[in-house]
């Protein structure tokens, strides 16, 4: 099992995802990362079509020469030249020529990982995740990834993973029913679920979650802020799950904010510290770009909350059981 600090860093923000950032922020953002204790970032090829990947290994490079930082990384995507010349691709601005092309199989599998070394500029990385199973990425292609990687893409993953080249593997996906469906036939270390355990989603991760718990895998909670949304509040023109968000989840997240207001409590930090108090997760891990994001994301670690916040919050808006709670 490998073990993981509770908050780590998301890279896709460092990818230009949604808006371009510079080289500089990049780094910078990294930088202030570990110079706080934050000593894991969880990136893909997918995220800026190489440009997260190239830019977490030139800054981890310059301020994590030794490698003690873990890096996690993603397959099921190789990159491939394109001619398109648009400004934003799937929703990433300003990235290189290339276009991701699903490959869940041994070779992808293969050439994706040697493909993300060399731009990370690592001898290894610590987590290979399959990322988007699913129907939602695939719609009806879906079960043919499955199949492809249950078939072809875990088994090269097991292999790297037996022969020390990694040291964990899993799955990184935004839906619960592709979870089962792969604990159904696999052995994973861990589940990178982005966005569907949080304040604003909680109930539908229940059995997952128990699961796991029976299982011994461990669950890194991505996108903890639903894309933004529980930062940036119900009056701010933000997003939900990649997407502007519904009138009714923005009346569920004015209602955290009457819930967390009552107690002085910062909205983001009660949505930062829900999933940590899951002795299921093993790490939560937000986007960053920015020192002051960085620096918000310390404050907001290490805010203190009433247990009284945390009963409310249960009572009020019915999450999930207080069974995991610590």
């Known amino acids: 099992m490998i073990t993981l600090p509770p908050i780590g860093m998301g890279c896709a923000g460092i990818g230009n995802l949604y808006r371009r950032v510079d080289d500089a922020v990049a780094t910078e953002t990294v930088a202030a990362a570990l110079a706080v204790g934050i000593r894991y970032f969880d990136v893909a090829p997918h995220y800026g079509f190489g440009l997260a990947e190239t830019r977490l290994g030139v800054a981890l490079a310059e301020h994590d020469p030794a490698g003690h930082a873990l890096v996690s990384t ?50 290894r990385v610590d987590i290979l995740f399959a990322h988007d199973l699913g129907v939602e990425t695939h719609g009806d292609e879906a ?16 292999s790297l993973r037996d022969a020390g080249d990694i040291a964990a593997i ?22 990178l679920l982005a966005g569907r355990y949080t ?6 991760a229940r059995a997952l979650f128990e699961r796991c718990a029976r299982l011994g895998t461990q669950i890194i909670v991505g996108g903890p802020y639903n894309s933004g949304i529980l930062v940036e509040g119900s009056k701010s023109d933000s997003h939900f799950n990649y997407a502007p968000p519904p009138p009714h989840v923005v009346a569920r997240v004015a209602a955290l904010e009457d819930a967390c207001a009552a107690f002085d409590v910062p909205l983001p930090a009660a949505a930062l510290q829900f999933p940590c108090r899951n002795p299921v997760v093993a790490s939560t891990i937000p986007g960053l770009v920015g020192r002051e994001q960085v620096e918000a994301t310390l404050r907001f670690a290490e805010w203190s909350i009433p247990d009284a916040l945390w009963d409310r919050l249960t009572a009020t808006l019915s999450p999930v059981s207080d069974v995991f709670a610590s």
Do not use: W
């Open 74 to 123: 993603k397959v099921g995507r190789l990159l491939e030249p394109t001619d398109s010349d648009a400004t934003e691709r799937h929703g990433f601005v300003d990235a290189p020529a290339l276009e991701p092309v699903f490959d869940y199989t041994h070779d992808g599998v293969l050439r994706s990982h040697a493909a993300s070394l060399a731009r990370l500029q690592r001898d």
């Open 170 to 191: 899993g799955i990184g996906v935004n839906e619960i029913a592709v979870c089962h469906e792969v604990l159904d036939s696999a052995d994973i270390d861990l589940i």
């Open 199 to 204: 304040l604003l989603e909680q109930d539908d």
């Open 143 to 158: 079960a043919r990834h499955m199949a492809a990687f249950l078939d072809d893409g875990y088994p090269a993953l097991r």
